[in-house]
């Protein structure tokens, strides 16, 4: 479970398989302690076939119903003028 100790065995699972699907730049574990989940950056062109991935590997096998929130990337921090 990571140099840290703080992860499981399914949450290291996901990171494998998201790590093994062209178009993710990088998966992660984030917010262990309560449970935790797992983080994954993808190429826009590639989330369905992410998504895919992670279902038929992971959540199918388990009789686990499956879940995911897409996020979107914006421009960073700057100056307001008022």
Do not use: M
């Not at 993710?24 to 190429?43: F, N, Q, S, Y």
């Amino acid at each position: 479970p990571g140099g840290y100790g703080c992860s499981i065995e399914e949450l290291d699972r996901l990171v494998d398989i998201a790590s093994h699907v062209e178009g993710v730049i990088g998966a992660r574990l984030t917010g262990a302690g309560l449970g935790g989940c797992v983080v994954a950056i993808v190429k826009a062109e590639k989330v369905k076939k992410f998504k895919q991935a992670i279902r038929e590997n992971y959540y199918i096998p388990k009789k686990l119903p499956f879940g995911d929130d897409v996020c979107v990337t914006v421009g960073g921090a700057g100056i307001l003028d008022l």
